[in-house]
Each structure stands twice: as C-alpha cells, then as structure tokens.
C-alpha cells in the first residue's frame, strides 16, 4: 500500500528538514522526500497537502483512558479515537486504573485494546509502587517486558524522598525513566486551586506554588544522586521550571512536560466556580504563566502533554470543593498550541514540532517515532495552520465532556493524522484521493 502526501510543507527537528517537499510511504514506513514534480507512483493514494504542514506523528505522553474499571468516563478505544481526531499518532496511558496498572497482566491488557481499537499507538507508563500506594515497589522488570515505557505514579505522587530513591535506582536498571507528578500532599492538602490573590477572593482552599516546587527540587536532586532518567509531569510553576533549567545545566538526564491549559488560563479562570477549570496541578497566576512561556522559549520545556483526564459530567456538576480534578485535552491540544503559542510567534512550527514529537520519542526511548527519516514508521500528524474553527465539545470522541475550553475558537488544526500508513483522521474539508482520479482535495475552502 503506498500513499503519496504531495506539496505539502515538511519539517522534520530530528534530521533538519524544514521545506517543501513530497513524502512517500510505502507498507506502514517512510520511503523518502522528494522534490514536487518528481513522476507520480503508480497506484498510490494521494494527499495533496498544498498549504499544509507535514510533521512527523505526534505524541501524547501523558493521557488517562480509565480502563480497566471506568470506562464509562473513556476506554481505550474512545479515547484512541480523541487522540487521532486531534492529532495525535501515540500516547501513553497512565497507570491510575482500577486496577492500577502495576503489573505485566494489566500491561498487556491495555496494549491488546489498544490494538483492537487499531487507532493510535498505546504505550503504557507502569506503577513506580504497587497499587500506587508509595509503599513497595512494582514489578518494572515485569511490566517492561510486557511493554510499559516509564514508570509513574501520578495522581498519587510518591510521597517519601527515600522511596523515590529506591524507585529511581530501580528504574535506571531498566532503562526506565521516572515519570513524577510534584506535588507535596503535605502542602497541598485539601486544597482546590492555586494559593493566591483568586483562592482569597473566591474563599476555596489554594494549593501553594510551593508543593510543586518542594517536589521538584526534590526529584532532581534524586535525579543527580542516583543517575536515574527523571520527567516532570505538567510543571506549572516557576520554581519547577527554574529546578528543571539547574538541572540541565549540571548535565543531568532531567525533561518535563506542560499542559495546554496552564499557558492558556489563569487561575482568574476559577472565578464563576466552573469545576472545568479544576485540575492538579491547579490553573496558576499569571508570574507562573510567564515562567511557562520562558520555558517553552528557551528549551527548558521538553514536550506538550494533554493530562487528557475524562471524568463524567455528574461527577463535575458537584460543588467546586467536590469535584474531582482533571480536564479532557487531546482534541484542543493542537489547536491551543497553533493559536496561542504559534500564531503571536511565542515558537516556531519547528519547535512545535519538536515539542509534540520529537523530544516525546527521545524521552521515551522510541526508535523510528518522532523522525520522517526513510525506514522509520509512518506515522504523520498533518496541519492547517491557517484553518479556523470552533471546538463543539458535542462532537468530541471522548466519552466525557469535562472541558473549559468548550466554544473556542482557534486558528490552525490538526486536519490529517496518518498511524503506520493509514489514514485514521482526516479533517471534513480534506480527501485522499487515487492517482488518476480527478482531484477533490480542499472540498471547500477554510
Ligand atoms: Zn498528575
Ligand atoms: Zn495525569
């Protein structure tokens, strides 16, 4: 099976390729560049990707899909079906399951669904402790050979500097990096949203800056004693992203990731009590915002993740205090992205990409992703980055509707995203079409 994206303009961080070129792919992998004009393949589908930005495919390294135990919050299909509808070629689901996912058995559940959906590529992040408890161990050898690729215990941070210690010397063994949420439950108890100027206005208990920072600073002074490969989950403060700069400074094997909505929104957001602007790490002000920004600037900041986390809407519809924490993101995280960091010029396309794919699969250890070099899997995420639209969280794939961001609009999509060959998504406005067929591409114009 052969498939041609033709005209489209490819940038690819990984070996430097940033023009205007056409792009075969034959039987799931990348054949090669060549130049427009060049003979067409017969029988190949086409893409004509005039005006459109070719990347390689995207990543999602931190998604909650509820299965096993709430699948009717999202299972692994519906949320394999999120991900390719706004982008995303790969993502990795959480372990904070019922049961948890700590163990090779849970492990090969989720890949097996994952291959029944046929949509994304699911890659499993197992539990750095059993049942995510931060008492003992998990079986990372285990799950490793069943097919995790990181270890985290998020939703439910390790709590004692000596456990994560003993987690990360585990981890390096296995080649594993630590994936942490920061949070010091200690500081952060029983609070709904970030510790300020709203959290006194609104009268709901803050969660300081402090209990991520703590946290941070925590893991990467771990990270230098045991030589371990340490990311920080959806970093939100200054603090955090100032311990992850020190870090790499000193040469330490540290990344980290943020969420769209913490550069989107500030805690402001919190004021009509909307449970959708609930989360952990919690909406922060706008110093935090800043910081955020600076990082993404300057390559401190890895990767783009969603923290794609599905809860039903009865469960939000609960008072502010009550609800659980946690926004759906995969099907906005392109769009936030284009608009609000590309668009004003905050960064390039180029480092869009870099931070939504390449340095995903590099953390990861994930040979032949994030590259469209000649022989790596085709796995494409295709943009318009001048398309606008509006996000009807109606239409979403996810099972659950918990958003903030319900009504925007954005400029520039996620109109085609292509896993190892196949075409899983492609943008209404947009067709493939056969060489010899008269061209329908671009049905209707943006
Ligand atoms: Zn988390
Ligand atoms: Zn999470």
Not at 261 to 280: C, F
Not at 337 to 355: C, F, H, Q, W
Request: glycine residues 10%; negative net charge; proline residues 5%.
């Amino acid at each position: 099976m052969r498939l041609l994206i033709q005209n489209g303009y490819l940038i690819d961080p990984s070996q430097g390729v940033n023009t205007g070129k056409n792009l075969l792919i034959e039987d799931g992998r990348i054949v090669g560049l060549s130049s427009h004009g060049d003979g067409l393949p017969e029988g190949a589908e086409v893409f004509d990707a005039t005006g459109l930005v070719v990347a390689p495919g995207f990543i999602d390294m931190h998604v909650h899909l509820r299965e096993p135990g709430d699948e009717y919050k999202e299972t692994i299909a519906s949320g394999a079906a999120a991900a390719v509808a706004g982008g995303f070629t790969t993502i990795c689901a959480m372990p904070n399951t019922s049961p948890v996912n700590d163990s090779a058995a849970v492990t090969r559940f989720v890949i097996e669904q994952a291959e029944r959906a046929g949509l994304a590529s699911v890659f499993p992040v197992g539990a750095i402790t059993k049942n995510s408890d931060g008492s003992e161990l998990a079986e990372m050898g285990e799950m490793k050979d069943a097919g995790i690729i990181a270890v985290s215990d998020d939703g439910r941070p390790v709590p004692s500097a000596g456990m994560m210690r003993r987690a990360m010397e585990y981890a390096r063994g296995f080649h594993l990096p630590v994936i942490d949420h920061c949070e010091d439950k200690s500081l952060a108890r029983g609070g709904v949203m970030h510790e300020g100027h709203w959290s006194l206005m609104l009268g709901l208990r803050g969660i300081p800056a402090a209990a991520e920072e703590i946290d941070a600073e925590r893991n990467c002074l771990l990270a230098e004693l045991t030589g371990a490969r340490l990311h920080l989950a959806h970093v939100s403060t200054r603090g955090a992203i100032e311990a992850v700069r020190r870090a790499k400074e000193k040469g330490l094997p540290v990344t980290c990731e943020v969420a769209p909505h913490h550069w989107t929104l500030t805690d402001e957001a919190v004021q009509d009590y909307d449970t959708n602007t609930k989360m952990s790490p919690p909406l922060r002000s706008r110093e935090h915002i800043d910081a955020i920004i600076e990082g993404l600037r300057d390559g401190t900041i890895d990767a783009i993740a969603t923290d794609h986390a599905p809860h039903h809407a009865d469960e939000k519809a609960l008072e502010y205090d009550d609800a659980p924490f946690g926004i759906v993101g995969l099907e906005t995280s392109v769009g936030l992205a284009l608009d609000r960091l590309v668009k004003p010029g905050v960064i390039s396309l180029e480092r869009l990409v870099e931070l939504c794919s390449v340095n995903p699969a590099r953390i990861l250890g994930l040979e032949n992703y994030g590259t469209l070099r000649a022989g790596a899997r085709a796995d494409l995420t295709i943009m318009d980055p001048a398309l606008t639209w509006t996000f009807d969280v109606s239409q979403s794939k996810s099972k659950s509707r918990n958003t903030p961001f319900d009504g925007y609009r954005f400029r520039g999509a996620a109109v085609a995203t292509i896993v190892a060959g196949r075409t899983v998504f492609i943008h209404p406005d947009f067709e493939l079409r056969r060489i010899g067929e008269k061209s329908m591409t671009r049905t209707q114009s943006a």
